[in-house]
């Protein structure tokens, strides 16, 4: 079967996402029928083979290169290129097949829901103890179920594309995206799983932590963050009476936190440094 228009648009920024394209791409494209998905990779400031290795799929990808090393600046080259909806913004060093992307197109639109998201699965082969420890915990935040963040895929309808578009530059997009909608905008299509891979290392889960902090500060700046999206005391407490295993956990991702925003707070106004995380990358 031939799609005479794609049933979805998706927009992928890569910054030396090489090895990440080479195991996200076949996925997404292995069993998609010919035209069914436009596929645009915006390679943003590489300087490895992320251009070379989208192109290897030939018109089953465009390819876009910007000189500028900013996935805000990659988000808005895709974006302007945008015709068929819905869109889908999909990370490069995460792993979604075709079924899966049908799924999650198939529920934009469903029941008033304008922005959704896959059900997130963890590959934790080689986490350390004390990573998989805080991701333990973390995986089972309210917000974190709920909310479109930390899954690197977000789908939106033309209405939640017209929505995104317009939000300013912000570190932590997926956050932006996940605020800019309400509760009852917004979904997880059960159907549809996505894998990523987590900081392999406590250090590396660090450098993750200071960068969210960073984008949280700033979105709160602007009151972009509610209530819901945040972590509070209590919302721990109620984890540890409700699942007693996370108990020990807990105090390891009550620390991680601590030191992320003591470490954010001295790197403040930095933002010339992306705390990027290669433990992942090489997963």
């Given at each position: 079967?031939?799609?005479?228009?794609?049933?979805?648009?998706?927009?992928v920024?890569?910054?030396?996402?090489e090895?990440?394209?080479?195991?996200l791409?076949?996925?997404?494209?292995?069993?998609?029928?010919?035209?069914?998905?436009?596929v645009?990779?915006?390679?943003?400031?590489?300087?490895?083979?992320?251009?070379?290795?989208?192109?290897?799929?030939?018109?089953?990808?465009?390819?876009?290169?910007?000189?500028?090393?900013?996935?805000?600046?990659?988000?808005?080259?895709?974006?302007?290129?945008?015709?068929?909806?819905?869109?889908?913004?999909?990370?490069?060093?995460?792993?979604?097949?075709?079924?899966?992307?049908?799924?999650?197109?198939?529920?934009?639109?469903?029941?008033?829901?304008?922005?959704?998201?896959?059900?997130?699965?963890?590959?934790?082969?080689?986490?350390?103890?004390?990573?998989?420890?805080?991701?333990?915990?973390?995986?089972?935040?309210?917000?974190?179920?709920?909310?479109?963040?930390?899954?690197?895929?977000?789908?939106?309808?033309?209405?939640?594309?017209?929505?995104?578009?317009?939000?300013?530059?912000?570190?932590?997009?997926?956050?932006?995206?996940?605020?800019?909608?309400?509760?009852?905008?917004?979904?997880?299509?059960?159907?549809?799983?996505?894998?990523?891979?987590?900081?392999?290392?406590?250090?590396?889960?660090?450098k993750?932590?200071?960068?969210?902090?960073?984008?949280?500060?700033?979105?709160?700046?602007?009151?972009?963050?509610?209530?819901?999206?945040?972590?509070?005391?209590g919302?721990?407490?109620?984890?540890?009476?409700?699942?007693?295993?996370?108990?020990?956990?807990?105090?390891v991702?009550?620390?991680?936190?601590?030191?992320?925003?003591?470490?954010?707070?001295?790197?403040?106004?930095?933002?010339?440094?992306?705390?990027?995380?290669?433990?992942?990358?090489?997963?």
């Amino acid at each position: 079967m031939a799609y005479e228009s794609p049933s979805a648009t998706v927009v992928v920024p890569a910054h030396n996402e090489e090895s990440g394209l080479r195991r996200l791409l076949p996925a997404l494209l292995g069993s998609a029928e010919p035209g069914e998905f436009r596929v645009i990779v915006v390679c943003n400031g590489c300087t490895d083979g992320s251009a070379d290795e989208a192109a290897r799929h030939g018109d089953d990808v465009e390819v876009i290169e910007l000189a500028e090393a900013s996935k805000a600046a990659a988000l808005e080259a895709g974006g302007a290129l945008v015709e068929s909806f819905p869109v889908v913004y999909v990370d490069a060093d995460v792993a979604l097949d075709a079924t899966s992307l049908r799924a999650l197109v198939s529920f934009v639109g469903h029941e008033g829901i304008v922005a959704a998201g896959p059900v997130r699965r963890q590959d934790r082969a080689g986490v350390s103890l004390a990573a998989g420890w805080y991701y333990d915990v973390w995986e089972r935040l309210p917000q974190v179920r709920t909310g479109l963040f930390g899954r690197g895929v977000i789908a939106v309808s033309e209405q939640g594309f017209t929505r995104v578009r317009a939000l300013p530059r912000y570190i932590s997009d997926d956050l932006a995206f996940s605020e800019a909608f309400e509760p009852s905008e917004r979904g997880i299509a059960e159907d549809a799983v996505v894998t990523v891979w987590p900081a392999r290392t406590w250090r590396a889960l660090l450098k993750r932590r200071i960068r969210v902090v960073q984008g949280n500060r700033e979105l709160g700046k602007d009151g972009l963050v509610s209530d819901s999206a945040s972590t509070g005391i209590g919302d721990l407490v109620a984890l540890g009476r409700a699942e007693p295993r996370l108990i020990l956990r807990l105090p390891v991702f009550v620390a991680t936190a601590v030191i992320a925003r003591a470490a954010e707070r001295m790197r403040r106004g930095d933002r010339s440094t992306w705390h990027r995380d290669e433990t992942s990358r090489t997963a």
